[in-house]
């Protein structure tokens, strides 16, 4: 089992910026790619971001250019600048390992003034 705990969210002001951070601890082996997806109330899950284990990275066409996505072997992150209202979600993160994928419990991010 892999566990995964986020951190990094919070309130924050409009074009202000955060930096999420997800840890994966328990029974690694070998993390494959990892990403971010955030829900927003009342919508669907939507991909934010995903980085592989060799750091080719793949964004959501609203968030690219103002969220930067990076990893080290066992900790993915979200940079998150020039944020808006419309970011306003909790924001999941999750990691492949072994053929299957694990989610982490999720971090508010609230931007509003």
């Known amino acids: 089992q892999v566990q995964l705990v986020e951190s990094g969210g919070g309130l924050v002001q409009p074009g202000g910026s955060l930096r999420l951070s997800c840890a994966a601890s328990?029974?690694?082996?070998?993390?494959?790619?990892m990403g971010w997806y955030r829900q927003a109330p009342g919508k669907q899950r939507e991909l934010v971001a995903t980085?592989?284990?060799?750091?080719n990275t793949n964004y959501a066409a609203s968030m690219k250019g103002r969220f930067t996505i990076s990893r080290d072997k066992v900790t993915v992150y979200l940079q998150m600048n020039s944020l808006q209202p419309e970011d306003t979600a909790v924001y999941y993160c999750?990691?492949?390992?072994?053929?299957?994928?694990?989610w982490g419990q999720g971090t508010q991010v609230t931007v509003s003034s």
């Open positions: 999750n990691v492949f390992q072994l053929g299957r994928l694990y």
């Open positions: 328990g029974t690694i082996f070998s993390i494959g790619a």
């Open positions: 980085i592989t284990n060799g750091a």
